[in-house]
């Protein structure tokens, strides 16, 4: 039975990922831009109704909400060839249009507003749906609507739906760039509480670090935001194959998260991806083993998070999908290859194995690569991330910066208590990870 899962996209950045994720979805699954199966696709054992839901003529529609407080995105995603691809129902823009001002406060306080709305397509979504595992939202955490919109839901959902699995795909601001969002690390923080506090699992991909692959790995010259959406398209899909290409393990949401996360505190995952492909860019096609991708996955260059891991930091857990044409025997030589090098360190309280889930690559889009790998990793210099975040919120702090901005609305009318527990509560994060490099917890 299908575990299906149901995706929000929030603001700006959740709805311009999703749009690239559904465009995956369909060139994977041979299903064309209005939602028929095309003639080709039709006797595939993949597993389409883990994300898609069949209309009553038989065309695919995505289990997906998108929600936006300015039209902008949501309306190019429309005008463009995947347009007829969505459920016009399930698609939420602000009556005013005037957005939430790159402001978390606004973007919560209009979620309070709006909360009927969305929460009636959720529920219409969940009733459609045989045996709901869980949500996925996509969003960012450094503006206004995918943050504090996002946050909203975040908590919405964890009272209304206890039960089911709360996933995020967190994309986070480059720290080390002056941004055009000045309140970027109050918009962060403030979210990071929501994350910590009410998802299951979050997804780390960091804006630096997508720049940086799309510029070194790729060698494109001026990444835009396209080549970054793919990328991160890219790990979505690769992160869902066990899902919608079932094999014996790792076939639903669960049984992929739980051993990634022993400690529930600790439930921020890296990612890293191998080999990197473009469509714009033409590269020079390599030999690939499971070995080559597996040694390259350990890399910290082909990581979509910014860490500088220090002697201490180690691995709480891994998790790889390789997807191809992959004998089981070659993963085991590969597993102890790495063990004797000692490439990895793991935390000196738990188990350190790599564990590997193998996976069909989709027959309707052609690889250039026979093997390419997916690693979902908890590592405990995230936390270093976290502290970045800290550190530049406690320099806006210290001269009570823009907090005018915030004081408008409701929710700081009567203090600013909501910071001070949003730093406390990341602040514990990050002691949380650093306790996970001792002996004993």
Known sequence: ?????????????????????????????????????????????????????????????????????????????????????????NIYLSNDGSGAGNNWASGYAQGERICEDIMEMLDREADNSDSLEGFNLLHSIAGGTGSGLGSFLLERLSDRYPKKLLQTYSVFPNNDDSSDVVVQPYNSLLTMKRLAKNADCVMVLDNAALT????????????????????????????????????????????????????????????????FTSNTSTKVVRKTTVLDVMRRLLQSKNRLVSTTPS??????????????????????????????????QFIPWGPASIQVALTKKSPYTQSQHRVSG???????????????????????????????????????????DEFDDARETVHDLVNEYRACENETL
């Open 1 to 89: 039975m299908p575990r299906e899962i149901i995706t929000i996209q929030t603001g700006q950045c959740g709805n311009q990922i999703g749009a690239q994720f559904w465009q995956q979805l369909c060139q994977e699954h041979g299903i064309s831009a209005d939602g028929m199966l095309e003639d080709f696709a039709t006797s595939g054992n993949d597993r389409k109704d883990v994300f898609f839901y069949q209309a009553d003529d038989d065309h695919y529609i995505p289990r997906s909400i998108l929600v936006d407080l300015e039209p902008r995105v949501i309306g190019n995603i429309m005008e463009s060839q995947y347009g007829n691809l969505y459920n016009p129902e």
């Open 212 to 275: 940086r692959i799309v510029a070194d790995r790729m060698h494109i010259q001026n990444p835009d935001i396209l080549h970054t959406n793919q990328l991160v398209s890219t790990v979505l899909s690769a992160s869902t194959t066990t899902l919608r290409y079932p094999s014996y393990m790792n076939n639903d949401l669960a049984s992929m998260i739980a051993p990634l996360i022993p400690v529930p505190k600790c439930h921020f995952i890296s990612t890293a991806y191998t080999p």
């Open 311 to 344: 002697k201490s930091s180690c691995y709480i857990s891994i998790l790889n999908i390789i997807q191809g044409d992959v004998e089981p025997t070659e993963v085991h030589k590969s597993l102890l290859r790495i063990r004797e090098r000692r490439i990895a």
């Open 374 to 416: 997916l690693m979902m990793a908890n590592h405990t210099s995230i936390a270093g991330l976290f502290s970045r975040t800290l550190l530049q919120y406690d320099r806006l702090r210290k001269r009570n910066a823009f907090l005018d901005l915030y004081r408008r609305e409701p929710m700081f009318a009567d203090g600013l």
